[in-house]
């Protein structure tokens, strides 16, 4: 079985999504490193998915001791009782916040995540949350702006926020082991 989900940013205007197909028995674990590549993410942060009142993530003395193993839960035992969102939280300073809904469950033999949609690049990891985001933007559409230049620098010499290439996140995923 495969769920069809989708992994929405929170908060950004026009939206950044994927559509991504992952078996049913994955973990919240693989779940997150799925993401991390659906959205072009190193994994260089802390994480936690929020679910019926209860926080999951890697065991971590970072966090108390109510956060629950991410390993130990399945996306079949969440879905299988009946959930049909919640939320999952990278970088815990820029506070990436992610919605992730089941759009569908389909009978497969599947057994690798993939992406199948999407829009528009994820914000780069460590540009200030929301506000930041939206003044990187403003910076890299002004070729003038005095900042220009260095952040040009800082994100690798190339950014376009409307860019989403599946194929790439698709060759990444069929990586993950």
């Known amino acids: 079985m495969l769920y069809e989900l989708r992994v929405e940013l929170d908060g950004i205007e026009p939206h950044i999504w994927r559509r991504i197909q992952v078996p049913s ?4 674990k693989r779940l997150h490193e799925i993401i991390q590549i659906a959205f072009g993410w190193s994994d260089a942060h802390l994480h ?4 019926a009142g209860k ?4 065991l971590s003395p970072e966090f108390d001791a ?3 193993d991410e390993s130990k839960i399945t996306l079949e035992e969440i879905f299988g009782g009946g959930r049909k969102s919640f939320r999952y939280e990278y970088d815990m300073g820029d506070s990436w916040v992610h919605i992730i809904t089941l759009k569908k469950q389909i009978e497969s033999e599947a057994t690798r995540a993939r992406c199948i949609a999407g829009a528009r690049a994820a914000p780069p990891e460590d540009c200030g949350s929301i506000p930041g985001y939206y003044d990187f933007l403003v910076i890299m ?4 702006h005095e900042e220009h230049e260095e952040k040009l620098e800082w994100i690798g010499g190339y950014f376009d926020p409307n860019e989403f290439d599946m194929d790439d996140v698709n060759t990444e995923l ?4």
């Open 174 to 177: 069929r990586h993950l082991r």
């Open 48 to 51: 936690m998915f929020r679910i």
């Open 141 to 144: 559409s002004d070729p003038d």
């Open 25 to 28: 028995h994955s973990t919240l």
């Open 66 to 68: 109510r956060v629950l």
């Open 55 to 58: 926080e999951y993530s890697e």
